[in-house]
Each structure stands twice: as structure tokens, then as C-alpha cells.
């Protein structure tokens, strides 16, 4: 027996409907910011993290385009930018660091690139140099401002190099009682530092936002940070909600890895200095001691630090952060519901009743990494917080 065609076209549209995401690959000048063209690409995956460079990874581009675009010569590595684009918004951005020719078949060209972060991490931290001062006796410094300030004048000294400048939008820095020197004999790298002060007692997020610049010519980026008092970049109005119990759930799967191996009541972090004359800070707490745990340690290195009250704060960060085991979430979700979320944000997630291994109800997380492709969904990967 056959259905009435009429039933079968109510049963079409009475079905939910799945947008498709329009996604779009650009090239362009780095220094400038400029677009050159948009790519017509065959895959493309892409990251976008919190305190760390994201991704722009596994563009691949087959020979007819290649060929029209010459993009030998008009995408050179480190001088272009990829940019992923979905539904109209910049999730990442930063220069080409590989470029890969298959030359089987057709032909395929792979590229691959990093957010903006990993420029820093080929850029020293040095005042502009000067022909009659040994690099051995500079010193950049930095006072009267917070771990933020501090961040944003290794920046803009940064960019005060020649060649050193981007379309990077930094913001003014703050007051504070910070100050801090980094000589010049120990050539820091300036990405590492970014992610060292982050990583401090009442370190701030940092994050380099790639935007559209306003006459849609070029892309530019924008340091956007936390301070001292609230460290955390997160949205500014309600938690994004990803609820799985009803009919219509955008969610599609949810992933769950736990590691205890981060776990730790006593930290130790060692700092400037050699044999007995190294710089050590340590912190304890007891809590899971007299609950049962084993005693478990960790430690960590930070052999540009000097300053004792600083190391002890190193040490604070370590042991507060490894009171528990990590537990991440791999949310996958329809792009649509994710397109405004970035690394960073709040999120709350809702779990159906009685589940075998997720707890029940709502669950409060924080989205550290955005990652998609030229599909329909977008991964959140998250860490739940204490309930609020």
C-alpha cells in the first residue's frame, strides 16, 4: 500500500529542519590585515582557545584552485592569514605556518595555520634594539599596572619592532602596583610569557578576537583580557543553555574524559636559580588527606621567576588547580546553537534523569575550546565549575 503523496509531504515538513552552516576560508595580508580572496576548499578544520593560540588546520585545496589563485605565490607561509568565517562571524584567524603539496591524482594542496598567539611565540621579549646597548645589558619593564598591563606593554613593544606591526587592537592598560623587569640576556619568548602571566595567582584571560574591520575589506584582531579582581573572559548576559531533554535539543553527543593524574595536595614549583641556590615555593592543603586520598604531589618550573612572593603565588595557582581530577566534556551541537560562544564562556547543560554515568539536571561548565569543520556541528569542549 502506498501513502498519499499529501501525507508524505506533511510527514517532510513536520520533521525538523537543520541549518547548514555557510562557512567560508579567507587568505590575506598578516601585517595589514587585508583580504586577498576566499578559498574554495575541500575540508578545513578549526579551533578557537582560550589563553593559547587556535587553529585554522587542515586546509586542503585541489589543483584547479591552486592554479587559478596562484596561491604558490599569493599565500606564502607566515607573511598570509587564514580566516575561518561561519554564518558571517570570524571564529579564527592567524598566519600560515605549513603549507603541503600531494601531487598524486589531481593534486592537493594542504595549508595550515595558528591563531594569532603563535606569532608571539616566535617574537622576543626586548626593547627596539640599539646598535651601541649589548642585548645583555636591555631590560624591558613594565610599572604601575596590573598582569594585564604588564601583557599589553610586552605587546606594544613588541609591535614597536620594525616589521612588528599588525592590525592587533590593544587596550589602554590598567592602574596597578604591579611592576615587573624582564632583562634582555634571557631572550623570554613572548608567547610564553603571555601564557606564564595567565597562569599566575589571579592571572587574567587573554585572547586575541579576530573580527571584521568596519569596511569588511580586512580582519583585524582585538586583545580582549580580564584584570586582577575578575581574571575570567566570559560573555556578558545569561549562560548559553544546552538542554538534552527535550524533542528539539541542538545537542548531538556528549563525551566525557576524566584524569586524575593532574591531582595533587602538595605543589611545588621551583624558579630562578641553580643546585641549592634555586628559588622554591610550595603549597598545602589537607583536606583530601584526612578524607582517605594518598598524599599526591606535583610540581612545575618557572626559571625566569625571581621573585619569591611571585613564586608563591605560582605555587598557590599549581595546587588549587590540581585539587580534583579533570573531567572534560566533549558537547557536540548543531552550529547554529553555538555560533555565538566563545572559549571561555559559561554554558549550562542538561542532563536526562537517571543517566548511567552523567549526573542529573543541569550541569554549570566553562567552554575552553570551540572547534568545527565544514559540517553541521560545532564541538564545545568544556569543564564543569561549582554550582552557583
Known amino acids: 500500500m502506498t501513502a498519499p503523496t499529501g501525507l508524505l509531504s506533511w510527514l517532510a515538513s513536520s520533521r525538523p529542519r537543520i541549518a547548514v552552516p555557510t562557512i567560508t576560508v579567507l587568505y590575506g595580508d598578516l601585517r595589514t590585515g587585508r583580504i586577498i580572496d576566499s578559498l574554495d576548499v575541500t575540508g578545513c578544520s578549526w579551533a578557537q582557545v582560550l589563553n593559547d593560540a ?97 601583557a599589553i606593554v610586552l605587546l606594544m613593544q613588541a609591535m614597536a619592532h620594525v616589521g612588528g606591526n599588525l592590525p592587533l587592537i590593544l587596550p589602554a592598560p590598567l592602574a596597578g602596583t604591579r611592576t615587573e623587569v624582564f632583562p634582555g640576556f634571557q631572550l623570554l619568548w613572548l608567547g610564553e610569557q603571555l601564557r606564564q602571566i595567565t597562569a599566575r595567582e ?103 621567576v625571581t621573585d619569591q612572593d611571585t613564586l608563591d603565588g605560582h605555587a598557590v595557582n599549581l595546587r588549587t588547580r590540581s585539587a580534583r581530577p579533570i573531567e572534560r566534556w566533549k558537547v557536540i551541537v548543531r552550529a547554529e546553537a553555538a555560533r555565538g560562544v566563545l572559549a571561555g564562556d559559561f554554558a549550562r547543560v542538561v542532563n536526562r534523569q537517571g543517566h548511567a554515568w552523567l549526573p542529573d539536571g543541569e550541569s554549570f561548565m566553562r567552554v575552553e575550546r570551540k572547534t568545527g569543520d565544514l559540517g553541521g556541528d560545532v564541538t564545545l569542549e568544556m569543564y564543569e565549575l561549582a554550582a552557583v
Open 202 to 304: 589571579n592571572g587574567p584571560d587573554i585572547r586575541f578576537r579576530p573580527r571584521y574591520t568596519a569596511d569588511k575589506l580586512g580582519i583585524e584582531w582585538v586583545m580582549e583580557a580580564g584584570t586582577e579582581i575578575a581574571p575570567l573572559l566570559t560573555q556578558a548576559g545569561d549562560d548559553h543553555y544546552f538542554d538534552r531533554t527535550v524533542p528539539s535539543t541542538p545537542v548531538v553527543n556528549v563525551i566525557t574524559d576524566e584524569d586524575a593524574t593532574v591531582m595533587g595536595q602538595r605543589a611545588w614549583v621551583t624558579g630562578e636559580g641553580q643546585a641549592e641556590g634555586t628559588l622554591i615555593a610550595t603549597d598545602y592543603d589537607g583536606t583530601q588527606i584526612d578524607d582517605g586520598y594518598p598524599l599526591l604531589e606535583v610540581d612545575e618550573a618557572r626559571s625566569s
Open 54 to 150: 587556535g587553529a585554522v588546520d587542515s586546509v586542503t585545496v585541489e589543483e584547479h584552485e591552486v592554479r587559478a589563485k596562484n596561491l604558490r605565490y599569493t599565500a606564502p607561509a607566515a607573511k598570509t592569514f587564514l580566516a575561518v568565517d561561519v554564518d558571517g562571524q570570524i571564529q579564527e584567524a592567524g598566519p600560515i605556518w605549513s603549507r603541503g603539496w600531494d601531487d598524486s591524482g589531481n593534486g592537493l594542496l594542504t595549508l595550515g595555520a595558528a591563531g594569532l598567539w603563535s606569532l608571539f611565540d616566535h617574537r622576543k621579549v626586548l626593547p627596539v634594539l640599539n646598535p651601541a646597548v649589548r642585548v645583555q645589558d636591555m631590560n624591558l619593564g613594565a610599572a604601575g599596572t596590573d598582569l594585564a598591563g604588564i
